[in-house]
């Protein structure tokens, strides 16, 4: 090789980022900076004539000795020309660094040389780690609910938890997947109409709402015997594709509480305190009323401690519920629903708050129709409504940030979408990349760069309007999506560069980020990051896709104009 060949090789081999090592009878005998970078070497002479067991712990991953394994691989790479494989090295302070290993002979002046390149594989295994542990979590959540919930695609029932298995009586899931959703139900529902076809028309319903809710007669597969349920369908996305969640409740006892009060009032009360729920009785006309034990336990009440008055309820509704709750009585006392049913929250005695599932029937009517007396159950919901809200946490929002996630953006761009196309408003959709992001994880690792991710959300957060969308689009880019804007483009570009401008100068400033360790002094760490952001402004044209590939060409063009700067898609 001549001496300017061999200058040219040098370069190239210390300038590429992965880490390449030389090995000579079993020996390093050359390595680039990215391996010393990688492994934490001081200086070359640390590193070179060692093997590569001298840097490797005593056994790989499969128990095998380091030194018995990398003689095999070494061999097995002389044999076939090449190997790939994975394998554990250790930092120059001791820590373990997972790589790839991509192995190549070749015969330098007569002599076998063994190429190297590593890829390290930390990023990509705590990924994976994190990715788990984000599954285990949200299937722990969705098999501990006591509701039965199945998923359903267009092929069908495709996932569901334990709660269904043992509702339907079926032995495991892949049985419970095999099924139709007629063999779920008898054929005809009490209403008198086929139950395939209406349980059809209540998923085109649930797709086209969002949600529906609904009573149902179910049947176990292993016995066929019906009961009556509660479901409700939500309409979502999974990997683009459109899904039902079914989530179903069992409410045979509940039947047999209302049944029982037609039948008699006491067996109806006595049957209702005995599964767990507070009765209520209602004088219309006097405004008195009268509340079971149990109903004033539930909000942490003696018997004596509640007046036998409905303000006693009244009162201690949230007042954000408040109107939801008055329309569905005054809707029901007129007679325009034929059910009182109702979730709200209740004020307790400490004045935390119970989410509630209120339920209720007129018993009595004057002469002229006018409902004279109403008797009802209150449900303890408040653990399911937890559930819910974590589920919905996990779904639709960026664990690291809470700012919405992917999912989240996706709907809410949707909505304004449609509501621009009433109202010809613009909006504004900015992709935003922090420009030097990379050297704070580089330098200081991940939990740093953690923090500097949130305090970038909270400055984005103080940025907007409260009905404007602050999202992790993944990394650190983010997405901003402002509503509403000004009908004329002209002035609509001006709002939006004034909020852009605003966002660029704040995420400009200087951060200051502190890890604390309990019992030691905490570590600070100060940082600069700009952002380069790129935005589409649009009235009503194009869709989801379309809108963001339009802000992300402007964040590119934002990024080769110098960074820190702003861009709008043309």
Request: proline fraction near 3%; aromatic fraction near 8%.
């Amino acid at each position: 090789m001549s001496h300017e060949n061999e200058n040219i090789y040098r370069i190239l081999f210390e300038s590429v980022n992965d880490p390449m090592v030389l090995l000579k009878n079993g020996r390093f005998i050359d390595c680039n900076a990215a391996t010393l970078k990688l492994l934490a070497y001081p200086t070359k002479s640390y590193f070179l004539n060692q093997r590569p067991s001298d840097i490797s712990p005593e056994f790989q991953a499969d128990g095998q000795s380091s030194e018995e394994k990398a003689e095999e691989m070494i061999a097995i790479a002389v044999q076939t020309g090449f190997h790939c494989f994975e394998w554990n090295h250790k930092h120059y302070n001791g820590l373990i660094v997972p790589v790839e290993v991509m192995l190549t002979p070749v015969m330098m002046d007569n002599e076998l040389i063994l190429y190297a390149v590593w890829r390290d594989l930390t990023e990509r295994i705590k990924a994976y780690e994190e990715l788990r542990r984000s599954e285990i979590k949200l299937r722990t959540l969705y098999d501990s609910t006591s509701d039965a919930v199945m998923l359903l695609n267009e092929q069908g029932l495709f996932d569901c938890n334990k709660a269904a298995l043992a509702m339907f009586g079926c032995a495991n899931q892949k049985n419970f997947c095999s099924l139709h959703l007629a063999d779920l139900s008898p054929a005809q529902q009490p209403c008198g109409k086929n139950s395939t076809e209406l349980a059809n028309r209540y998923i085109m319903i649930a797709m086209a709402k969002g949600s529906y809710r609904f009573e149902w007669m179910h049947k176990r597969v292993d016995t066929d015997q019906s009961f009556p349920a509660e479901i409700l369908l939500c309409a979502m996305e999974i990997d683009g594709s459109p899904v039902i969640q079914g989530v179903i409740r069992d409410i045979t006892k509940r039947k047999q509480s209302e049944n029982a009060l037609k039948e008699s009032e006491f067996r109806w009360k006595f049957a209702i305190e005995g599964s767990g729920d507070g009765v209520w009785d209602w004088n219309i006309q006097t405004n008195e009323a009268k509340y079971s034990k149990r109903w004033k336990e539930m909000l942490g009440y003696t018997e004596d401690g509640i007046l036998p008055t409905n303000d006693q309820w009244l009162t201690r509704i949230h007042p954000d519920d408040l109107l939801i709750v008055a329309e569905k009585m005054q809707a029901y006392l007129g007679g325009k629903t034929e059910i009182y049913v109702v979730e709200y929250r209740l004020r307790c005695k400490d004045n935390s708050y119970k989410w509630i599932l209120g339920r209720g029937m007129i018993v009595s009517y004057d002469v002229d129709a006018k409902p004279l007396r109403m008797i009802g159950t209150h449900t303890d919901i408040t653990e399911r409504k937890q559930m819910e809200e974590q589920v919905r946490q996990l779904a639709f929002y960026d664990p690291l940030t809470k700012l919405a996630n992917r999912l989240l953006l996706r709907d809410r761009l949707t909505q304004a979408i449609s509501a621009g196309k009433r109202s010809h408003c613009h909006i504004a959709v900015m992709f935003i990349d922090l420009d030097n992001f990379k050297s704070l994880n580089d330098t200081h690792g991940h939990v740093i760069g953690d923090l500097l991710l949130i305090e970038v959300a909270s400055r984005l957060k103080n940025c907007v309007r409260e009905h404007d969308t602050v999202a992790r689009f993944g990394g650190d880019e983010f997405v901003v999506m402002l509503n509403e804007l000004d009908v004329d483009k002209a002035k609509s570009i001006l709002q939006t560069t004034i909020v852009a401008e605003k966002i660029r100068h704040i995420l400009s400033k200087p951060y200051r980020l502190i890890i604390s360790h309990h019992g030691q002094s905490d570590i600070t760490v100060e940082h600069d990051c700009t952002a380069s952001i790129g935005v589409a402004l649009i009235n009503h044209e194009g869709n989801q896709d379309d809108i963001m590939e339009w802000a992300d060409a402007a964040m590119y063009e934002a990024k080769e104009a110098g960074r820190n700067s702003i861009r709008f898609y043309n």
